[in-house]
């Protein structure tokens, strides 16, 4: 069994499972999965647990401000929220002044996946140019962002990069979106073009940020993965992302193939059955947008600022994959005021 069907499989569990927890009767829903998890599935929050005391170095404790000034229940842009340690009871106490990025996931137990002094704590939650394109395509109208991370293996890497840019177009071309689509129930509520898009892109090994991103995706795909299926911490990984910065798999680019690609897109492509974001595949990305805004308020003048990082190796690499066949005609879509 390939990991995309195994990973389909586990969808159809779920979906079934959510329909018998369901007592009371729904509306038939026409959106496509990856417009309402866009739409309406805010983004998981991660947490930061800081270790400082009220006297610990003016570096330390701006640091923390910092990164109080980024959290979502702050009014930052972070899906993070921030929890500090207990204080000290004395001054001149011993203080560690570090951070830890845990990922929760309901029902499981916290994974730590970052921890280090607090002085670099912007360094690592501040990545390259790669983060705000994948926002920026998304925020634009992308139905699926496919990042190919490089990791040690480059060479797998752009091999699976070279697939998607022979499957896409065509998966693009071939994939009509459900009927239905702005009958009750199926309302669209963000004034962005509802199409069939993909783009790939290549997030270079080193780049600012891939450390935290690794993490946090090695991390998601141990939680869904079949038993005895792993990855190297360094492999080359190909991951789909949709709706609001979430992962809907974590594949090894060694072993893609162009069925595993076709059954991803049509179920992101398809009508959200299971309207419970936690019921279905997938896990957020830590990634600093205020979605709200984006979508729903000031648009694409909320979005970040491209980063610029010297350090990373080379830009990141942005193929865009053409639109597909536009969706069927359906009554005039509700936009976001």
């Known amino acids: 069994m390939t990991h995309g ?6 969808g159809c569990r779920v979906a079934v499972v959510a329909a018998c927890l369901l007592a009371t009767p729904a509306v038939a829903c026409s959106i496509p999965v990856f417009r309402y998890a866009l739409e309406r599935w805010p983004a998981d929050l991660f947490v930061a647990t800081v270790d400082v005391a009220a006297d610990s170095p003016q570096v330390a404790r701006d640091a923390v401000h910092w990164l109080e000034d980024q959290a979502q229940p702050n009014g930052g842009p972070m899906n993070l929220a921030v929890e500090r340690t207990p204080a000290r009871d004395q001054p001149g106490s011993e203080s560690r002044e570090t951070l830890e990025i845990a990922r929760h996931s309901r029902g499981q137990e916290p994974t730590l996946l970052w921890s280090g002094a607090l002085t670099k704590a912007e360094a690592a939650l501040t990545a390259g140019p790669w983060q705000g394109e994948l926002i920026r395509r998304l925020a634009t109208g992308d139905a699926v962002v496919w990042m190919v991370l490089e990791g040690a293996d480059p060479a797998s890497a752009k091999q699976a990069a070279t697939l998607l840019e022979q499957e896409l177009p065509q998966i693009a071309e071939d994939t009509v979106l459900p009927r239905g689509i702005g009958l009750p129930g199926s309302e669209l509520l963000a004034a962005i073009p509802l199409e069939v898009r993909f783009s790939v892109l290549t997030v270079p090994a080193g780049a600012a940020g891939e450390e935290l991103l690794r993490a946090t995706l ?7 993965a079949a038993e005895g299926e792993t990855l190297e911490p360094q492999a080359a990984l190909v991951v789909p992302v949709f709706g609001r910065g979430r992962a809907a798999a974590v594949l090894p680019a060694a072993t893609l193939t162009g069925d595993a690609v076709a059954e991803f897109t049509a179920f992101l ?11 279905n595949p997938g896990f957020d990305l830590l990634l600093p947008v205020d979605w709200e805004q984006v979508l729903f308020g000031e648009g694409l003048a909320a979005l970040p600022l491209p980063a ?3 350090t990373t190796p080379r830009q990141a690499e942005l193929v865009p994959i053409p639109a597909g066949r536009p969706r069927p005609k359906s009554p005039t879509l509700r936009a976001a005021p």
Do not use: F, I, N, T
Request: aromatic share 4%.
């Open 269 to 279: 492509c398809g009508a959200c059955s299971c309207q419970v974001k936690q019921l």
């Open 5 to 10: 069907q195994h990973w389909m499989q586990r």
């Open 218 to 224: 090695l991390a998601g795909h141990r939680e869904s």
């Open 308 to 310: 610029d990082d010297p």
